[in-house]
């Protein structure tokens, strides 16, 4: 579990190896709505890809051909009951997986600004099952570390990885709160869609500038609101239905957030509406998606009446 810990002489190890200890004891109980995700892990994690694509817009694992018609058919209901898939598209032993988010996009716009990931400590907050992670691999980072505290997730990517055998990617069921255990740790640390889940967004990023090295760069991607002006939306009780949903700021005022959380040469590199073509319903997420979310006669409106919203990219440098 502390595999990584040697490259991390800062972090507070003995909280986070309780915090460990803490999670395993969850993980390893009978409750139903942990077995529903351990038992379909346990019972493919013997099976090994032969080969790996991370370098296109699909993260292929395996081929078809890796796996016997029996274990085709389990890995395939072990996929389909980790639904619904939010992040992707992956291919995995064969199985095409249409994920609700089409990930390779949002990775697209970041791919310019990336800053040099060789030989880096990175942290991806939020990680989900791992969409990024994994495509930071070919960058060639000393490790990436996943911070994801749902389950759901947590069991997916673990589900990946066991195929894909990659030793560099590691996953803490941990949450953004956690960060400033890891003192001066990450060279690198990726933001994206996390802030306006939070009630207090500046204290995040604080806890995130702490987990930085100084020197290090912070990608942030969040929802946003059209204006010039540096103010956010508090939403009554739900924003595009979602009910997580706190300060949805415009790109100045995340930017004023990041430079008040310890962030110099703040940037923000990319701005974009959002639209079904991004985010949509698939036969891997069958649940209410993008269209569901705004309003049907005025698409520029959420169906509570606020401003559609955009999605924007900032990075900074941790001081």
């Not at 803490?22 to 942990?34: D, F, H, R």
């Not at 013997?46 to 699909?58: F, I, P, T």
């Not at 949002?106 to 791919?111: G, Q």
Request: hydrophobic share 40%; charged share 25%.
């Amino acid at each position: 579990m502390n595999d990584y810990f040697d490259l991390l002489p800062h972090a507070s190890h003995d909280l986070i190896c309780t915090l460990q200890r803490e999670n395993e004891k969850k993980l390893q109980s009978a409750k139903k709505g942990i077995l529903a995700y351990r038992l379909p892990f346990e019972s493919v994690s013997h099976l090994k890809a032969s080969s790996l694509d991370l370098e296109s817009d699909v993260v292929t694992i395996g081929r078809r051909e890796d796996l016997s018609k029996e274990e085709h058919a389990l890995v395939y209901n072990v996929m389909r009951g980790f639904m619904p898939w939010r992040k992707g598209p992956y291919n995995v032993f064969g199985i095409d997986i249409n994920a609700e988010w089409r990930s390779n996009r949002k990775w697209d716009r970041v791919l310019p600004q990336l800053p040099d990931l060789e030989d880096k400590i990175v942290a991806d907050v939020g990680s989900s099952n791992g969409y990024y992670m994994f495509r930071m691999l070919p960058h060639k980072p000393r490790a990436v570390i996943g911070f994801e505290p749902y389950i759901h997730h947590y069991f997916t990517f673990r589900t990946l990885n066991s195929f894909a055998g990659l030793a560099n990617l590691h996953m803490e069921l941990l949450g953004v709160e956690h960060l400033s255990l890891y003192q001066d740790s990450f060279d690198v640390v990726f933001l994206m869609g996390i802030l306006y889940h939070r009630i207090s967004p500046l204290e995040s990023l604080k806890e995130v500038r702490k987990s930085m090295k100084q020197g290090g760069t912070l990608i942030v991607e969040s929802q946003s609101i059209p204006g010039e002006e540096p103010v956010a939306l508090f939403p009554a009780s739900c924003y595009a239905k979602v009910p997580g949903t706190y300060f949805v700021p415009t790109a100045a005022c995340l930017k004023n957030w990041m430079i008040r959380a310890g962030f110099t040469d703040v940037e923000i590199f990319c701005s974009h509406p959002m639209s079904n073509k991004e985010q949509r319903k698939t036969e891997w997420m069958v649940f209410e998606s993008y269209d569901d979310f705004v309003d049907p006669d005025n698409p520029s409106l959420t169906v509570e009446g606020y401003p559609a919203p955009l999605r924007v990219f900032l990075k900074g440098t941790a001081r």
